[in-house]
């Protein structure tokens, strides 16, 4: 959406001026082929506006306690 690039924009140089590149976490279970588009695309995007993107995978049969883990490793670091 080129509205919220152009919206984006300016709080992006801002942050690349102080050093800061933001990072969007993805977490994705299961390999459904659309998600796997979905976060290629989503990926690309935000590389091409200057985000770092960091993605995680797990199958469909992973336990609750491992994602939720993973969850609240992304929450508590700090780069993303």
Excluded: I
């Amino acid at each position: 959406n080129r509205g919220l690039e152009a919206a984006w924009a300016p709080d992006l140089k801002a942050l690349k001026e102080r050093g800061v590149t933001p990072n969007l976490a993805m977490v994705r279970v299961g390999e459904r082929g659309a998600d796997r588009s979905y976060e290629k695309a989503a990926t690309k995007k935000l590389t091409a506006l200057g985000l770092s993107v960091r993605q995680e995978h797990f199958p469909e049969t992973v336990s609750e306690e491992a994602l939720v883990a993973c969850l609240r490793m992304l929450s508590e670091d700090p780069s993303v």
